[in-house]
């Protein structure tokens, strides 16, 4: 794996081969690997001929200063993965290579309601931080292919709608939440969690299945009561439980059944805020 830490070297070695015909994957992460983001190396390997990984921790992203300081980092752990999984090219740019004007020039990206919405509403900025990296990276990487994590639903949204306004010429896959063998959706923020945090964690996921059984047996209104109080129970702050339509996320009051739904949650386990999300339907 050759890792490379500057965006200029990044492009020259990509152009090389891409004149020679290689098609480039892309799965761009913050780091603290863990197998999901490994199902989508395996994923991006599969289907292209070089697999570019990124690890940066991007601080535009962060609209809690705390969670910033606290992201895990395990660059050589990292790496170690990366090797075994079988990446082409790691690139491991500084703050200064990513944003050499500092974080002043900010771009706005013209996201919709998307952006006003579960994360956009809890998390303000998170997804104009989170375009802002992401275009700096593809336009970086220039790849064929990009692959993201189901568990960040709302965020591949907003990706697509990048790509589309912008015109990035790269196709997002989008690949299903890989799980710890309780159940509990793997994620970097699960290594903030003690014993006794990651027991309680596992409610999120237990609350989802209970929505996917009971979602033709009770009301919407009773189900999302119920769920809050199984969270609230296990010591858990909701930021929300929203059943939304699984394409543009606008919350669902009375399904009729065929509407493709979708469940989603965001959760403080104390200091540690969890996301996670299942199709009902
Ligand atoms: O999902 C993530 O890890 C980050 O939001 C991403 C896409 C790497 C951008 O920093």
Redesign the pocket.
């Known amino acids: 794996m050759t890792i490379i830490k500057g965006i200029s070297a990044l492009q020259e070695n990509v152009n090389f081969l891409k004149n020679n015909g290689k098609t480039i994957g892309f799965v ?3 780091g603290a690997l863990h197998d999901g983001h490994i199902s989508l190396i395996t994923a991006s390997k599969a289907e292209n001929d070089i697999t570019v990984c ?1 690890i ?1 921790v ?1 601080p535009t ?1 962060f609209n809690d200063p705390k969670d910033f300081e606290k992201y895990p980092i395990t660059i050589e752990a990292d790496i170690e993965k990366l090797e075994l999984a079988g990446t082409n090219i790691l690139f491991l740019p500084s703050v200064t290579e990513m944003y050499p004007d500092g974080f002043d020039k900010v771009p706005h990206y013209d996201l919709g309601v998307i952006e006003t919405i579960l994360e956009g509403k809890f998390r303000p900025g998170h997804f104009q931080g ?1 375009c802002q ?2 275009h700096k990276l593809l336009k970086a990487v220039q790849p064929h292919n990009l692959y ?2 189901q568990k ?1 639903y709302q ?1 591949c949204m907003v ?1 697509n709608r990048l790509i589309q306004i912008e015109n990035l010429g790269v196709k997002l896959h989008t690949r299903p939440t890989l799980r710890e063998k309780d159940g509990l959706a793997m994620s970097s923020r699960n290594m903030r969690l003690n014993e006794e945090e990651r027991k309680n964690a596992l409610t999120i996921y237990r609350v989802l299945n209970y929505l996917k059984d009971h979602i033709e047996k009770e009301s919407i209104a009773y189900l999302l009561d119920r769920s809050n109080l199984m969270l609230t129970d296990n010591n858990f702050r909701p930021d929300y439980v929203s059943i939304a339509d699984a394409e543009t996320l606008v919350p669902v009051e009375n399904w009729d059944g065929h509407q493709k739904i979708v469940a989603l949650i965001a959760a403080y386990q104390n200091e540690v805020r969890l996301i996670d999300n299942m199709a009902l339907d």
């Open positions: 761009p992460t913050m990124s940066f991007n992203q989170v990296i992401v993201m994590g960040d965020q990706i």
